[in-house]
């Protein structure tokens, strides 16, 4: 079957300024798991063409076709801010349509899947109008910071969430992305509030798959949890260090867990705008050396700071996805997260402790007593810890969710 594929994100993410993100990791390997029973045609975007080449020549993959291109020079100015790259990559769909008419007329594809961005709220115009099968996602965006919590925003912050929810209102009036989602045969969506958010006449052609994947031969203990009594008890959290990921809010439970339990520390991977006020707010706490602030790290460094935790803590209120929390499982590890969006999604009694996050009040006492549950408990941080790794290598295996799409795929058709 002839599969045309669009991953604006993959491999790298078209922003050199953020890093390579979760959503490029999925493009990457969900075109790697099309290609397997299918020839893959995939658009791109030109700055992930080099480590995408390097990547085939290294793993000496075939069965792939890729197509770089990018928008006129002048529009360039559009990806030094956040909203700006997700305007930018909504004008490269509409460029992305011509190129897929093109390629169609000379290769009549079966089916046309559109993977990245992987939001449940921008229209993609060769979905809309090729006329082949479509398939949508993974993707998010409906989930939200709740109203308590962005009531101690900023004002500036504030505003941010707010123009997010304008945005993704017209966005989902856009005319081609209604055409789209009627057409679409699937919509693969990536925890239950995007599920929910899909209209109920369309409910029947959703399927919920997570926007992140692990290979399993990445992931080795090192460490049991919560086995070796002699070190201190270590939590561990990382992301970007941003308002909307809360550590704030973790560092205030860490605080309040510390005053009952001496042998510990907090260690955050990650760097972002608010890191100073992270310090000060451990300084103004009393934990300043207790909290370790490591700044970005290479993956591989912290998978093996992951294998050494007890847990891992993630505190973000608004995540789709959530990537380190599905490697902090299949590094064996029990989390503690928020009952939101993507953590939400992945985390159930088996493998970690999930918080209702009703006001931030609320959501720091039951963090410090999630931390002291299992602190105390041996038996418990072991068993979610095995229930973790289990659930890992069950679901989020990049193998077995290419397995799971093709099947999608041959219901679909």
């Known amino acids: 079957m002839k599969v045309l594929v669009c991953a604006y994100a993959c491999l790298k993410d078209p922003d050199n300024r953020f890093g390579q ?18 020839q893959v045609f995939a658009l791109t975007y030109i700055n992930n063409k080099g480590a995408i080449e390097e990547k085939q020549k290294e793993e000496n993959i075939k069965n792939i076709t890729f197509y770089y291109f990018k928008l006129p020079k002048f529009l360039d100015f559009m990806q030094k ?3 700006g790259v997700q305007i930018y990559a909504y004008l490269w769909q509409i460029k992305a349509y011509f190129v897929a008419r093109k390629l169609h007329k000379e290769h009549n594809f079966n089916l046309f899947h559109h993977i990245t961005y992987a939001n449940d709220w921008m229209a993609s115009y060769i979905g809309a109008l090729l006329p082949v099968p479509y398939v949508r996602g993974p993707g998010g965006g409906a989930h939200k910071v709740p109203k308590s919590f962005v009531n101690n925003y900023s004002f500036k912050q504030k505003l941010a969430e707010k123009i997010r929810s304008i945005g993704q209102w017209f966005f989902k009036h856009d005319p081609f992305f209604i055409i789209g989602q009627k057409k679409a045969k699937a919509l693969l969506v990536c925890n239950y509030e995007a599920k929910n958010a899909i209209p109920k006449k369309w409910q029947k052609k959703v399927f919920l798959f997570p926007v992140n994947g692990i290979s399993l031969k990445d992931f080795t203990f090192q460490k049991l949890p919560g086995t070796d009594s002699s070190k201190d008890f270590s939590i561990l959290t990382a992301g970007k260090l941003i308002k ?26 990650g760097e972002g705008p608010e890191i100073q006020n992270l310090k000060n707010l451990a300084i103004d706490l009393g934990v300043k050396n207790k909290v370790i602030f490591t700044g970005w790290i290479k993956r591989e460094d912290l998978l093996d700071k992951m294998s050494s935790c007890d847990v891992f803590l993630f ?29 939400g999604f992945h985390i159930d009694e088996s493998c970690g402790i999930k918080i209702k996050p009703e006001n ?16 105390l408990d041996k038996d418990l941080i072991l068993k979610l810890g095995q229930g973790a ?23 679909v058709l």
């Open 244 to 269: 909307i990921k809360s550590f704030d809010l973790a560092i205030k439970a860490f605080a309040i867990f510390n005053k009952k339990v001496n042998n510990t520390k907090f260690i955050i991977a």
């Open 21 to 38: 993100g979760g959503e490029a990791v999925l493009g990457w390997n969900l075109i790697k798991k099309i290609a397997f029973q299918n």
């Open 315 to 343: 505190p973000s209120l608004r995540d789709g996805g959530g990537n380190v929390v599905v490697e902090a499982m299949a590094m064996g590890k029990s989390v503690i997260c928020f009952d939101l969006a993507g953590p």
């Open 360 to 375: 931030p009040e609320q959501a720091v006492k039951d963090m410090a007593q999630a931390l002291e549950k299992l602190y």
């Open 81 to 83: 801010s956040f909203g």
């Open 389 to 411: 790794r289990k659930k890992a290598e069950k679901e989020y295996d990049w193998d077995k969710l290419g397995d799971r799409l093709i099947e999608i795929y041959k219901k």
